[in-house]
């Protein structure tokens, strides 16, 4: 009884008739030959799919101290490949490590496929059937991943960008009254790219108007803060885009008048404003500049006047242009 044990101990595994990649070891203590068929058949499915009831992949792996000896046939190209390669240390996950190998040699087997456009022909004393067509082709889009993908990388897809920019520009302001009022802008716009074209902002605003009259000035001041969305469209690296805003703040409207005997007033409330705006996109590197023409108007901003003039607001109907300057900071 103990010497049937021992001979079927030392006899070899049988292969799987079925199987479609088999794996044979020799002197690889702790390689399981089994995992490395199977991972080698995951590597390899497009072509061993395609096998069927033909000749499986044939792999022999013989370890002779550090070196690691892989020997394949090919049934597809008939051709028996050998190659050494270091023995992976005995840890977890070395049977990854080698069915990878394995793979690369059965990839460079089947390098002739892509200039050949049937297999070649099995020489007179070879008894096995001609490869299936299909499996053959399978082989052939393999190899030409392996080739491509060693050439030339493809590309990454464009990453969601954000950006800083700091702009200034002028508007006018309560354009549909008599009082029309210029100003200058300063602002500092955060804007973040949900998807190439497409984006979101966070803007940071600070408006400074001012009017002489007879009597004196009337100086205003608007402090807001909101968020919009974003487009462009950049054929290249200059194109064109726009935004949509809504923002809240604080205003205040005062008079100033030149006689300190004259009554003046001055307000504070709350503000909001929206607007829109549209101009070319330039980028060059890291840096960006836009150049808009705006459009929109404020509501609830404060009233200011000096006894005598006409009084000042900022809110209503403006329109202006801003240029603004900045970076990607990834």
Do not use: H
Request: hydrophobic share 40%; with cysteine; aromatic share 4%.
């Amino acid at each position: 009884m103990l010497l049937a044990g021992a001979m079927l101990q030392a006899s070899p595994t049988e292969p799987n008739p079925r199987a479609r990649v088999v794996v044979q070891t020799e002197a690889c203590e702790g390689l399981a030959d089994a995992e490395v068929g199977r991972l080698l058949d995951i590597e390899l499915a497009t072509v061993t799919a395609e096998i069927r009831e033909g000749p499986p992949l044939e792999v022999s792996l013989v370890c002779e101290g550090a070196r690691l000896t892989i020997t394949v046939i090919d049934p597809l190209t008939r051709k028996r490949l050998a190659r050494d390669i270091p023995a992976p240390a005995s840890e977890p996950g070395r049977e990854r490590v080698v069915a990878l190998a394995i793979s690369q040699l059965f990839a460079a087997s089947w390098l002739e496929l892509l200039t050949a456009e049937v297999p070649p022909p099995p020489p007179p004393d070879a008894p096995e059937p001609a490869p299936d067509a299909e499996a053959v082709e399978a082989a052939r889009r393999v190899a030409e991943n392996a080739t491509s993908s060693d050439a030339e990388p493809p590309p990454e897809p464009p990453r969601p960008g954000i950006e800083l920019l700091v702009g200034a520009g002028a508007r006018g302001r309560a354009l549909e009254t008599t009082a029309r009022l210029p100003a200058v802008r300063t602002e500092l716009r955060l804007r973040s790219w949900l998807r190439p074209g497409v984006g979101v902002l966070a803007i940071v605003g600070w408006d400074f108007a001012q009017d002489t009259r007879r009597r004196g000035r009337l100086r205003g001041q608007a402090l807001t803060a909101g968020t919009g969305l974003a487009w462009a469209y950049r054929p290249g690296s200059i194109g064109i885009g726009g935004a949509v805003t809504v923002a809240g703040g604080w205003a205040r409207v005062r008079g100033l008048p030149s006689d300190p005997t004259v009554p003046s007033g001055a307000r504070d409330d709350l503000t909001a404003e929206a607007g829109v705006g549209i101009g070319p996109r330039v980028r060059y590197g890291r840096l960006r500049f836009d150049l808009d023409a705006e459009i929109g108007a404020m509501l609830r901003s404060p009233v200011g006047e000096v006894t005598g003039e006409v009084p000042m607001s900022m809110g209503g109907l403006w329109a202006g242009a801003v240029l603004r300057l900045g970076g990607a900071l990834r």
